[in-house]
């Protein structure tokens, strides 16, 4: 998959979970969202694994974006200060 072509669907995904945010956010807060952008589907799991496997499932040949629902991203890496 070239740059664009990733970026692209980084952004319709990331705009197809603006739309539903706040509802997704009320009922799953803390879980993970795997979003397939052509298709507009989208799967939720306790965890990013299960979120993804449906995902795959249903869509085997189709990149998703995956977020913790509520996160800017769906892992956080770093050091706390203290």
């Known amino acids: 998959m ?15 979970y603006e739309s539903m945010r706040l509802r997704l956010e009320k009922e799953f807060g803390g879980q993970f969202v795997a979003i397939e952008p052509e298709s507009q589907d989208f799967f939720i799991g306790q965890s990013f694994d299960s979120a993804v496997t449906a ?12 977020i913790r ?8 890496i770093g050091l706390m200060e203290q």
């Open 2 to 16: 070239l740059a664009s072509e990733r970026r692209s669907l980084v952004s319709k995904a990331k705009t197809l």
């Open 55 to 66: 995902a795959r499932t249903s869509h085997p040949n189709r990149v998703t974006y995956t």
């Open 69 to 76: 629902i509520g996160h800017q991203a769906a892992f956080h």
